[in-house]
């Protein structure tokens, strides 16, 4: 099984092909999801700073380019949204809006 790592977190075991933002939320990171995983809100996004996850969907790219993010960022910063990730190989990533660091609430869980 593929392995999570948090950036100054943990890391975690989590099953084949787990959404991203569940993994991270089942395993005690506070990321946000206020589009319950609908690849709408960009709250869920990530850091990937290692794994080979760096191909963006054209989903994710609707979404930052609604949100007015710079598609250059999304390959210079590695961003990618959580809820759009099936973690099928090991990956390490920092979480970029938790309820910790926005005071904001997670929003409705994303479906499996
Ligand atoms: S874009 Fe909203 S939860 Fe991923």
Redesign the pocket.
């Known amino acids: 099984m593929p392995y999570v790592t948090v950036v100054g977190g943990e890391t975690f075991e989590v099953e084949m092909g787990k959404k991203l ?1 569940l993994a991270l939320e089942d395993s005690g990171v506070n990321i946000l ?12 996004r990530v850091e990937v700073m290692d794994g080979n996850y760096l191909e963006v969907t054209q989903k994710e790219k609707t ?1 930052f380019e609604n949100k007015g993010i710079d598609e250059h960022l999304l390959s210079d910063d590695c961003l990618r ?4 990730i099936l973690v099928n190989g090991d990956i390490t990533v920092r979480p970029i809006m938790t309820v910790e660091n926005t005071g904001k609430a997670a ?1 409705p869980r ?1 479906a499996d």
């Open positions: 933002v999801h206020q589009c319950g995983g609908n690849a709408r809100c960009t709250t869920c979404a949204l959580s809820c759009q929003g994303p």
